[in-house]
């Protein structure tokens, strides 16, 4: 059997937007704030799909979808994940596990985390899925998400 790890991560800068939401792991709520993104602005998404790309060495998602494209601005990132799991399913390999981290400083994300896995499960199809929260702590402007993950040969 064939194992492969990929790694992804992804930082966005956050506006304060009066009842503001933001998406994260294609969990939408509302938080005050908005993502400055190109796309939706899920950032959890992003670092799955460049995971899921840099695992099976075909780049990273800007390759694939340019922040300059003015066609696909603001694209909802499920497209995104989408087009990676489906170069994974073409090259005969499955998700294993993912663990991902979620760094903000100004959105306490502790209750929404086991929303975003349950998101992330229906998504992805994969069940071993673990959601961690921390913070920066300094003040910082900042979102980001750093994932790991396993895939393996069907």
């Known amino acids: 059997m064939t194992y492969l790890i990929g790694q992804g991560s992804d930082t966005h800068e956050l506006v304060v937007m009066k009842d503001g939401a933001i998406i994260l792991g294609g969990h939408k709520f509302i938080a005050g704030y908005r993502v400055i993104s190109h796309s939706d602005g ?4 992003h670092s799955i799909a460049n995971a899921i ?10 390759q694939y979808f340019k922040d300059t494209d003015q066609k696909i601005k603001g694209i909802c990132s ?14 005969k390999f499955e998700l294993v596990n993912i663990d991902l981290t979620i760094t903000c ?3 306490l994300l502790g209750d929404i985390k086991k929303h975003i896995q ?10 071993f899925i673990n959601v961690k929260a921390t913070r920066f702590e300094k003040p910082s402007n900042l979102i980001s998400c750093d994932v790991v993950l396993l895939i393996n040969k069907k």
């Not at 899920?42 to 998404?45: A, Q, R």
């Not at 695992?55 to 998602?61: S, Y």
């Not at 499920?78 to 090259?91: C, H, Q, R, T, Y």
């Open 118 to 127: 349950n998101a992330l499960i229906k998504l992805l199809g994969c069940k």
């Open 53 to 62: 790309l840099g695992a099976m060495q075909k780049g990273d998602i800007g």
């Open 105 to 107: 400083e100004n959105i």
């Open 78 to 91: 499920a497209e995104i994940i989408k087009f990676a799991l489906n170069l994974l399913s073409k090259s």
């Open 42 to 45: 899920d950032l959890v998404l």
